[in-house]
């Protein structure tokens, strides 16, 4: 819809709304904002690049520059739809270096067609914001420019470009490379630039796997959850949580997550109700579920390989309901679950609503999704994390998505305006506080009753 027929449509003054457009654009442009998703970590992680300034470590866990921006995995699901396994098959991408994967994607998806999707894009707009010039199609340039970057500055850099003041990372206690880290160096984390997260998914997704593992780790724990299990599991829960001084615990579930009450006769039910909730609620932390992720559907893909599924939002309802003196962070991938969990999120304080995850973080779906949620939720929810992977993908993810916000909020604040209701400068920055930052922040320091 045209701005002109907007304002038609508003009855407010073009003036007026152009007025209005400028002061929430710069409200949202100036808005400082804490990532509360991603899966970055600081130059102690180690990073593959290994950069002018930092040992490179093969297993490191921060991927940066531009060989790691067009390998994303967004980006591998996309190269494998136009150069198909039949010409390029799944074990002989893999057997290339990072640069030869980079190098077969610039030439698919950027040279041999337009860059036009949003992972294309996304890799052109944090060139053109660190100074580069997309026009050059300059690969070797590019490359050139990654590498003389002093890592730690370049990190500064990026979150001044991105306006993100703190980075929260996803710290995977069952995945070796992440575990090792933190045994080998209790202090690997102790950057004030990132904030820990534990993320424990198999604890919930598959309790004998789990189970094995802490009886490994020392935590003895059977296959059939007991309450030996059960104590094993809140202690192991409880000294990671502190280890990595976790703002909050999360999982990733699966589009049949389901959750019946306590004694629904699921493993996952039983850890959620006994285990997780308990010491998240003793320690005061949220609890974030991230639902909808059917794994690796196409296991040649990899990280790239994940699907989509239609998830039940009553059990996210049931878990609010059943417990209010814990918090909880949700985020669902299907478009079609969205309009619910806003809904649920009516219902139920202890409920927070964030981000347009993964497959619905493109621009059509972020500004339905926003415009929806300020119509039922007001400014009670969390309108975006990054999710990235890639240092710099924080650039454009992060204005990609401020831009999609302002377009929403300018519509919402000029029809404010069509009622005769003044907004002030100062009351539109706090609002956009609220949605970018404090929504969050005093999320986090709540304690329920
Ligand atoms: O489980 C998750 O945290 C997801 O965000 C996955 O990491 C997914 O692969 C992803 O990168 N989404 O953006
Ligand atoms: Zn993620």
Redesign the pocket.
């Known amino acids: 819809m045209s701005t002109v027929q907007k304002v038609r449509r508003s009855k407010v003054r073009l003036e007026e709304r152009e007025a209005v457009e400028t002061l929430v654009r710069d409200a949202v442009a100036d808005q400082s904002v804490w990532d509360l998703h991603t899966?970055l970590y600081p130059p102690a992680f180690g990073s593959p690049l290994g950069g002018a300034k930092h040992s490179a470590d093969p297993r490191g866990l921060l991927l940066w520059g531009i060989d790691e921006l067009l390998t994303y995995?967004y980006l591998v699901a996309e190269v494998f739809r136009v150069a198909t396994p039949s010409e390029l098959p799944y074990a002989d991408f893999w057997r290339m270096t990072k640069s030869e994967q980079a190098d077969h994607i610039w030439r698919h998806l950027f040279l041999e067609r337009s860059p036009i999707s949003e992972s294309c894009r996304g890799v052109l707009t944090t060139l053109q914001a660190f100074g580069l010039d997309p026009a050059d199609r300059d690969l070797k340039g590019y490359r050139k420019w990654f590498a003389q970057q002093p890592l730690d500055e370049h990190i500064d850099r990026v979150m001044e470009l991105a306006g993100v003041n703190r980075i929260t990372m996803?710290n995977a206690v069952f995945d070796d490379n992440e575990r090792q880290r933190w045994l080998e160096d209790e202090k690997v984390g102790a950057d004030p630039r990132f904030a820990g997260v534990l993320r424990f998914d198999p604890l919930v997704r598959d309790w004998p796997a789990a189970a094995a593992k802490l009886s490994e780790w020392g935590y003895p724990a059977g296959e059939r959850l007991d309450q030996s299990g059960v104590d094993s599991a809140k202690r192991f829960l409880g000294d990671w949580i502190d280890r990595v001084d976790a703002l909050y615990g999360a999982v990733?579930l699966p589009p049949g997550f389901r959750y019946e009450g306590a004694d629904d006769g699921r493993d996952g039910s039983r850890v959620l109700s006994e285990v997780v909730l308990p010491v998240l609620a003793e320690r005061g932390l949220p609890f974030a579920m991230?639902i909808g992720?059917e794994l690796r559907v196409n296991p040649e893909l990899r990280?790239a390989g994940?699907m989509v599924g239609q998830s039940d939002v009553s059990s996210v309802v049931r878990l609010a309901r059943d417990f209010p003196g814990n918090r909880f962070l949700c985020t669902m991938l299907a478009r079609e679950n969205q309009h619910a969990l806003a809904v649920a999120a009516r219902k139920f304080g202890n409920l927070m609503v964030f981000g347009c995850?993964?497959f619905l973080n493109n621009p059509s779906l972020v500004d339905e999704i926003t415009r929806m949620r300020v119509e039922l939720l007001g400014l009670s929810f969390v309108p975006q994390h990054s999710?990235a992977?890639v240092l710099e993908q924080l650039v454009y993810k992060w204005r990609h998505s401020r831009e999609l916000i302002a377009d929403v909020l300018v519509d919402k604040y000029a029809d404010l305006a069509a009622t005769g209701w003044r907004t002030t400068e100062g009351e539109v920055r706090r609002d956009v506080g609220l949605l970018l930052e404090k929504n969050f922040t005093n999320f986090l320091s709540r304690r329920e009753s």
């Open positions: 899966h995995h996803t990733s991230m992720s990280d994940d995850w993964w999710d992977r």
